[in-house]
């Protein structure tokens, strides 16, 4: 069987380079004799392992000295309460933008006080909102947002004002993507099945300043001073998950060149396919276009059985993944790192093929 062009949200698709990379290491990583998978997590070749995973990502992102780089587990869920219970003295301020920021509030809410100042629910999350520096609690420790929207398809093209708060931001779908500017963050944190590898790793890139504030009588693995006494090794990590990572990591650095190259095949990627929808007679994207995602694209004909059928369609003719959420319906490509460029063209192509076929 050929490979798939694979569309999902995440787990997202992995460069064909890291897979094979895996596969040739599978039975011996690193002439340890092993597979990673049986690898001590105490071991000097694990331990080589996690080091260059950990150097790769501060290179890339030029993350600055005074940030710590964790390894957490329990996906980008996990963090929605960490991060209150880390971080949360007085109040919380979130922008609203979906469906994660509402689990994040949910989570929240159930650790301290939390104010939603912003929201975009009533036009179903299809656009940024705007707020302005008085916008803000007054006694607020830091403003929460999900900067990337996977499944509506937004993003933050301008960080929120945030003046005397910290930032604390899900990079989820977005980090690797593009250059960020790290030091205008306080918190970041990353699932990685969608950019960076697969399930199983959350990547923290947290102040250093900001660790070691956590009440006393949290769980040891909800504080983030744990994971950072111990090397984000104070239990066993997602050996393998992490093993992933470092090799996505590589292949930014080595075949790609770096964020700034693949900041423009992020943008390239998108932009043909948007130039396409904006054009076609049949599809179209209901995002605000200042605040379009460049990595989740949800378009829709406007008719839920076609969209069904395209689907299908598209799915028998290997563009797999492509229903939307249910919460959007329609369709929604995902153009993570690791869709190649033949991909998005093969998508086009389809699209105008089933277009032409099925335009009343």
């Known amino acids: 069987m050929t490979r798939v062009y694979n569309f999902s949200a995440g787990p997202a698709c992995l460069p064909e380079w890291v897979l094979k990379k895996a596969q040739e290491e599978m039975l011996d990583a690193h002439g340890s004799g092993m597979s990673v998978m049986e690898m001590s997590h105490r071991s000097s070749a694990f331990q080589e392992i996690l080091d260059t995973c950990k150097a790769r990502l501060r290179r890339l992102m030029n993350i600055p000295d005074d940030y710590e780089i964790l390894f957490c587990q329990g996906g980008g869920t996990m963090q929605f309460s960490m991060v209150p219970l880390n971080l949360l003295k007085h109040s919380a301020d979130i922008i609203n933008t979906g469906q994660w920021t509402k689990k994040a509030i949910m989570e929240h809410q159930k650790l301290g006080k939390t104010q939603v100042i912003a929201s975009s629910a009533e036009d179903n999350f299809t656009y940024i909102p705007k707020i302005k520096q008085e916008d803000l609690t007054s006694d607020s420790d830091y403003v929460y947002i999900c900067e990337n929207n996977t499944i509506y398809g937004t993003k933050y093209k301008e960080l929120p004002p945030h003046e005397g708060k ?195």
Not at 188 to 210: S, Y
Request: charged share 25%; net charge negative.
């Open 166 to 360: 910290l930032l604390v931001a899900d990079l989820s779908s977005c980090i690797l993507s593009e250059r960020t500017d790290v030091s205008k963050y306080d918190l970041i944190f990353a699932g990685a099945q969608k950019n960076m590898g697969p399930a199983g790793v959350t990547v923290v890139i947290i102040k250093k300043d900001l660790i070691g504030h956590a009440k006393e009588n949290i769980p040891s693995l909800l504080d983030y001073k744990t994971y950072a006494d111990n090397d984000s090794m104070y239990n066993t990590p997602p050996c393998y998950a992490i093993y992933m990572v470092g090799l996505v990591l590589q292949w930014l650095e080595e075949e790609i060149g770096g964020l700034e190259e693949m900041e423009k095949l992020t943008r390239q990627r998108a932009s043909l396919l948007y130039d396409y929808i904006d054009q076609s007679k049949l599809y179209s994207n209901p995002v605000a276009k200042e605040d379009r995602s460049y990595t989740n694209i949800p378009f829709v004909t406007g008719d839920a059985e076609l969209d069904k059928k395209f689907v299908k369609e598209a799915n028998e003719a290997g563009l797999v993944n492509l229903k939307g959420h249910r919460t959007v319906g329609g369709m929604r490509a995902s153009l993570y790192n690791a869709m190649p460029m033949e991909g998005v063209y093969a998508l086009i192509d389809f699209m105008k093929k089933f277009e032409k076929e099925n335009l009343a």
